[in-house]
């Protein structure tokens, strides 16, 4: 069988160990079975996306083939956001890490991998083929050293603003992916749209699968929406089917999509919303738009309104417009305006991080408390059921040498600054009930990476003797 032919037998509803013993078989040819990510042989291996016929190109610079796309692009966006924030609290509150790595054996491990892998799959009929993709995924990879595998991955999909939703899906380099599916130069500019396509897919499935692992570890579920996509042409798909032959199975394919189509629900283009999760009964469609066949929703007044100015592309851009999408998916990108430094709007406050420097998830959880309550320096993140305890430096000076150690802190990796952090905490820790100084000194840890007793005796070695 070739390489990522899915879905694989036995099925996940039979069989899910043995379905996933026969995907990993599969992955093993092209990516290597070690650890680390590797070509497994030494043939190389001929692009996938590329060589296709040109009319297969072009077919994919259909306005509805592209609408998708950004329909697709805008969902994995808003899951990548969610998944920042439901893991940023769950490391600042529950300790996911310590949890995962050190109370679950591996075999515990491997069946929440194996739930989330189920879970993923079954979303969507066409997300099993994504897998192909994914090499990470794998009960090894994810497992290694005692867990820090998944606990990686989690953290490299995480973003760094918890409250955005980012313009565009945080994409994970894989040496042989990215090899798999490199572009040629001058590349046709359907070739453009398959590649975005394949890094779509195997972002949305990797997201999906860490997604579903950490809500199977808290026994929790919540069924993600499907986006409804856009009509595909039958016609063009038969059309196409006589071109390509044997060598891709359009029927099954459409087949899929068709499926897809009927399993998801319809969705609010500016917020991501269905109709039953943004309080509404029914989204309302843009008359315009479904006049040429384009599926627009909305669950609100201000949705539309967003959209139309903001949206990607602006609605304004679009509307009603056949060729739109195709034309501001391949428009120049405006140069991002860099983002205003002003030191003195508190929400800007604690600036970017340095290149390579990248906040933790329970930073991240920090900060955001920090953004809702701005009368405080910090906030004692205490174990569920006892409520955050928040703290407020009184004197201004105080208040202003803590704010300062604390940007650097939460800039770059400096030890010395989140030790002076530390002093500061300390007499509000002793006082704080249900916390104290070890619990301050394990948040600091998981927040900066920083041992707080390690770092007193790097940075004062006279002081602490
Ligand atoms: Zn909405
Ligand atoms: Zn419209």
Redesign the pocket.
Known sequence: MAFGDSPKSPSFKKDRRGWNAAWERDLASVYGSSIEISFATRKSIPSVISGMPTRYYEMLLADSHVGSLQTMTSQICILQRDLTRKASRRFAEDDFESHWKTRCSAKEREEFVLEGLVRACDASPDFEDHRKWCPELTLNRLNHNSGQGFIDLLKKLSLQDIDKVPDDIKILPNVVYDKINALPPNPHPGLVVAKKSCDCGRMYLLTMVVWNILLAFYDESETYGLVKGQREDREELARFQKLAGKEVDVKRVAGEVAANRKLAERHCTSCGLPASKAGVDTLLS?K??KDIDRL?FYCSKKCQTADWKTGRPP?KTI??KEGAIRDAFFAPKEAAEPAPQDDDSDSDFYGTPSPGYTRSPALLHQLSLLKEHPQLDYVFVRPHPHPDHGVGVQDPLGKMFFKLCFKRAACEHSPREVCKMFQQLEPSARGAPGYGVQLLKKQLMKEFGVDVDVAMKECWPDKTG
Do not use: D
Request: a positive charge; glycine letters at 14%.
């Open positions: 843009c315009r738009c627009v609605h509307c009603g």
